[in-house]
């Protein structure tokens, strides 16, 4: 097997719990560029939530915020942006109150939320490296949200979101959990399989000349036919049984291990 491009999602794979990306993770992206094999981001984050990775990784091609919603170049400039439809916002929106889950409403450059002491909003203003804005009605801005987030800490109150938005607009948009906390509901063609077929297309590649890796359900989609698909060690089983093999967890180099390992085959 050529592996030509390595696509990583972040949180839970390229970085840390702390958000922090080791070391060991830079040199093994500069390794691969090193060997002509490129390498390309993926993550529910916001474009400007993945600022912080451009330099230390030397990114030069497109950058896949929003599961694919919103794709930039390293200088953030929008190549292409996917916004739910209007009704499918709406409808979404609806349902998180309804069911009783803080909503977020992310537009291309905005953070939206209706207050700030929504869980895990201090830990993701950490993560994306800039402040949401509180406003009053978030259905003012569904007309161009590139996702809107579910949030609460009641996973198994996540879980069944996650099924009730697939069965109300899975026809229109993508519902999927990024982390056991959080539902990204964004437009139906945002998700890691169309980020994979984005960039094979672009680079002129075959889905088996692709490796990825990823830890959560969201990350599967990008599994299915490439070359190879790793799941970290801390990814449930059914993404670890989704994918062709499983590494350590992001919190003990998982990431670099994968790229030594199964890319650069080196310890193999």
Known sequence: MT???????????LVTQEKVLTERAVRAVRALRDRGIRFAITSG???????????????????????????????LSVIEAKFLPEDAARETLQLLLDMGLDAWVYTADEWLLRNLDAPHREREERTVRFPPR?????????????KITGVSDDLDLVARAEAEARQRVGTRATAARSQPYYLDVTHKDANKGFVLDYLCKLYGLRRDEVATLGDQPNDVPM????????AMGQASDAVKQAATVTTASNEDEGFAKAVERYVLGEGA
């Open 223 to 230: 599994f299915q036919g490439a070359g190879i698909s790793v």
């Open 3 to 13: 592996v030509k491009l390595v696509l990583a999602d972040v949180d839970g794979t």
């Open 45 to 75: 984050r916001p474009p400007r939530g993945m600022a912080m990775l451009i330099e230390p990784l030397a990114l030069d091609g497109a950058i896949a915020g929003f599961n694919g919603g919103v794709f930039t170049n390293p200088d």
């Open 134 to 146: 509180v406003v009053q009605d978030l259905g003012a801005f569904v007309g161009h949200a590139a």
